[in-house]
Structure formats: C-alpha cells, structure tokens
C-alpha cells in the first residue's frame, strides 16, 4: 500500500492530507493540531516553506522528517538505511540550515544516532510533546558553516548500536 505509487498520486490529487480536506488542495500542515510542536517549527522554519522531493547539494535551509527515521530503524539493514537518510540530509542542508527530527523515541535512542559526526551538525535543541497519550520527541540537528577535508554526509562508520524498539 505505502511502497505503491499510486497509493501517493491518489493522496496529494484527493488534497486528503494533514488537516485539510478540499479536494485539490494540499497541506502539509499536519502539525498544527499539536501546539507546542507548531510553536517549535515555526521558530524553525520559514513562513514561505515549499515541498521538496529532490534537492541539489546545500540547497534546503529547513528538513523535517516525521517518523521516516523510526521507520529505518527497524529494517534488516538499519545502520546503512539510517546513514544513507541522515547522510543525504546533510548533502542537501545549507550551511547553518536545520533538520528538524521528529520521532516516537526518547533522547537515550535517538540523540547517538543524530549526532554522528559524518552528518557536520550539532543538535541544537530537543525537546518533548505531548498530547493527549501521544508523545513526540524533537530533535532540531543545525549543519556546521563548510569546512574543508571531510564532505557532509561523507559516512564514518559508527561501530556497533542495537537496533531500538521504541519506534
């Protein structure tokens, strides 16, 4: 069903996405049911924002993923999976720009794993939602200003993590 491409044509042509429901339109403003996390991506992300499937080196000033991290986290190949995915957010990553995780798992499974040094950011902030019984975990990761040597999301071998559960 998700892995189908018509699964996704069908979803943003119906304009069923996030909260809003007129057909042919699109929003990806699923957050802001959630006060606390639309108050922590608004002083993160840009008013004027636009939908990016393919970005070029250093061109993207904010990234946010929503659970595509928790996702690779339980595949067979989860370290290779995971560096691919944060190495290709840091290609497309402006210097100083921002990639904003949000995750169902606590700092303790996350915050190793997004702070590998292959990725050129620091993490700037995290923070805990809550609503209702849900809980989200925001990790706000901002790209170091270009140096020379090693490029960004050039991958380093991390040694040895377990694989987490609390995705």
């Known amino acids: ?3 189908e491409r018509q699964y996704w044509e069908d979803r943003y042509e119906d304009g069923v996405v996030g909260h809003c429901q007129q057909k042919g339109v699109v929003s990806n403003e699923w957050y802001l049911q959630y006060p606390a996390l639309q108050t922590i991506l608004h002083q993160h992300t840009s008013k ?3 939908t990016v499937v393919l970005a070029q080196d250093s061109s993207i000033d904010t990234l946010i993923d929503k659970a595509t991290l928790d996702c690779l986290m339980n595949c067979d190949d989860w370290q290779g999976q995971v560096q691919r995915m944060l190495g290709q957010a840091a290609r497309v990553l402006k210097p100083n720009g921002k990639f904003i995780c ?6 303790e499974d996350r915050i190793h794993i997004l702070t590998g040094r292959a990725y050129s950011w620091k993490l700037v902030e995290h923070v805990e939602v809550q609503k209702n019984t849900a809980t989200f975990y925001v990790y706000i990761m901002q790209k170091h200003l270009a140096r ?8 380093i ?5 377990s694989k987490d559960t609390a995705s």
Do not use: D, V
């Open 1 to 3: 069903m998700y892995g």
């Open 48 to 50: 004027h924002y636009q």
């Open 157 to 161: 071998p991390w040694g040895s993590h």
């Open 102 to 107: 949000i995750s169902h798992s606590k700092p």
């Open 148 to 155: 020379r040597g090693r490029q960004c999301g050039e991958s």
